[in-house]
């Protein structure tokens, strides 16, 4: 029954306030995400008119035309002259079948939940690509994709998404070198350093299933992209400015949302060259050179590394000042912690000033701090300068995340836009990776390193999943600092501690 009752179905995130008008992208305020007593539910509403038709025995129906993500559904009815009767509201879950085998416990139990909403975060952001979130954009973006690939690894050892996604990436090369910074889609949107994440993918794809007809295939588009990066190298060594602000600039230099009034990209562009696009470069050359050694082109290894080596010196040169912290542009008294995360990370900067950086990176408050987004790159910097206890304060968004009964991982501290942003995943890798230690030392886990750091916990266990199978592994600091491990493998496998 029902004829021309108008029937709304909202789907919301979470409960919300008002928004700030004063950013340039204006989003909800957020809070507790239940807080139904003072906030209110905002989202895509479906409004379906009734044609009256349906009867028990055989109901009128209506679903939407494309999946909607909720965490939230609102229903608003209003009856016409004809009494409407609801015989079912119910939903169909969809997304990537993902096996997730891998689980970690620890001595900090906070971080428990923390693997709970990360899980769910990388399955909702997993459909026929990967998505940077399933409620706005639902585009595989190259910067968030990487990430998500390195968690599905860590906990499945599945590939298949994966070689999806650098598939999609190398159809998507454009007339100049670069791909779009998100594929597939109906708009060109470029940025910058987005290329480079995509050259990563599949660096880290070599190292976790060493398939070297792959490799071969992708490699021509990743020349291409280091092409264009050579091309636009100035006069000082450095990539030049070439972006800028989204809706703005031709290109967009994102880096993260730690700069929102400028849309991501630090303010330093405003005088000339960004630090972080050089040593993002410098990354791309480095795993470049290591595809091609892995390939046997023991010439094109040479040239990516010499080039990787002449950026470095440029950037050492222009943008480090008299007390060797890594400007945001050469010259430009602004700092970042992302620039001295990436001088660590790719071994620009000297190794004996690597935990000096990262102190003063994590200490200095007035320094741009790395949100969610460079969550993943932040601990692997402060993994690489021998700091990995300083996580236990890391974890606090997160933890903070769970506090506010989120489900799901925000995209952001800075403004926390969407609720489901799987780049922030990060202890999907953490956990197994690092402190359990357990990461491939040599390509598809031919040989496994199983080397946990237990910075801040005292014990830790669970069971990793590889190509290789199953490697299960626990450990106990002793009250003498000394760590029992006991390691269980499938005998194939070398075990280098």
Not at 284 to 294: G, T
Not at 469 to 492: K, M, Y
Request: net charge negative; proline share 5%.
């Amino acid at each position: 029954g029902g004829e021309g009752a108008e029937i709304k179905i909202l789907t919301s995130e979470c409960y919300s306030y008002e928004p700030d008008t004063t950013l340039m992208f204006p989003a909800p305020l957020k809070g507790d995400r239940t807080d139904s007593k003072n906030g209110a539910l905002r989202g895509y509403t479906d409004t379906y008119l009734a044609g009256g038709f349906g009867a028990s025995d055989e109901p009128e129906t209506y679903e939407t035309f494309w999946f909607r993500a909720f965490r939230y559904v609102k229903v608003k009815i209003d009856v016409k002259e004809q009494p409407l009767q609801i015989l079912r509201f119910d939903y169909r879950e969809t997304g990537y079948p993902l096996d997730a085998k891998t689980f970690v416990k620890t001595s900090d139990e906070s971080l428990n939940a923390v693997w709970d909403i990360s899980l769910r975060s990388l399955k909702r952001c997993m459909h026929e690509t990967y998505e940077d979130c399933p409620f706005y954009e639902q585009l595989q973006y190259a910067m968030d994709t990487r990430a998500q690939i390195l968690f599905t690894y860590s906990v499945s050892a599945d590939d298949r998404m994966a070689r999806r996604a650098i598939d999609d990436f190398h159809r998507s090369l454009r007339y100049d070198g670069l791909t779009p910074a998100c594929y597939p889609s109906m708009v060109s949107n470029v940025i910058i350093g987005f290329p480079a994440y995509y050259i990563l993918m599949i660096h880290d794809h070599m190292r976790y299933f060493g398939d070297k007809e792959l490799v071969k295939k992708y490699m021509p588009t990743v020349d291409a992209i280091l092409a264009f990066y050579c091309r636009n190298v100035n006069g000082k060594g450095l990539l030049g400015n070439a972006g800028g602000m989204i809706m703005r600039d031709r290109f967009w230099s994102f880096i993260d949302w730690s700069w929102e009034k400028t849309t991501g990209v630090p303010e330093a562009f405003l005088s000339g060259e960004i630090t972080m696009e050089s040593l993002i470069y410098i990354s791309a050359l480095q795993a470049a050179s290591a595809l091609a050694a892995f390939l046997d082109r023991s010439e094109q290894a040479a040239d990516y590394a010499w080039q990787a080596t002449a950026v470095q010196s440029a950037v050492n040169m222009y943008c480090v000042d008299d007390k060797g912290l890594y400007q945001d542009g050469p010259g430009v008294e602004k700092y970042s912690q992302h620039c001295q995360v990436w001088a660590v990370l790719t071994e620009t900067a000297p190794k004996e000033s690597w935990p000096t950086l990262i102190e003063e990176a994590l200490s200095n408050e007035s320094f741009a701090k790395c949100t969610v987004a460079m969550g993943f790159y932040l601990f692997r910097a402060v993994e690489k300068a021998d700091l990995y206890h300083k996580t236990r304060e890391l974890w606090e968004p997160w933890r903070e995340m769970v506090k506010n009964n989120l489900t799901t991982c925000q995209e952001s501290t800075i403004s926390p836009r969407s609720d489901c942003h799987a780049w922030g995943a990060l202890a999907l890798y953490e956990l197994p990776a690092v402190v359990l230690g357990v990461t491939p030392a040599k390509p598809n886990y031919e040989a496994v390193y199983v080397r946990p750091n237990p910075a801040y916990f005292d014990w830790a266990q669970g069971e990793v999943w590889t190509p290789k199978g199953s490697i299960s592994v626990q450990w106990r600091r002793e009250e003498d600092g000394t760590l029992q491990l006991e390691v269980n493998a499938p005998p194939d496998v070398e075990i280098v501690y």
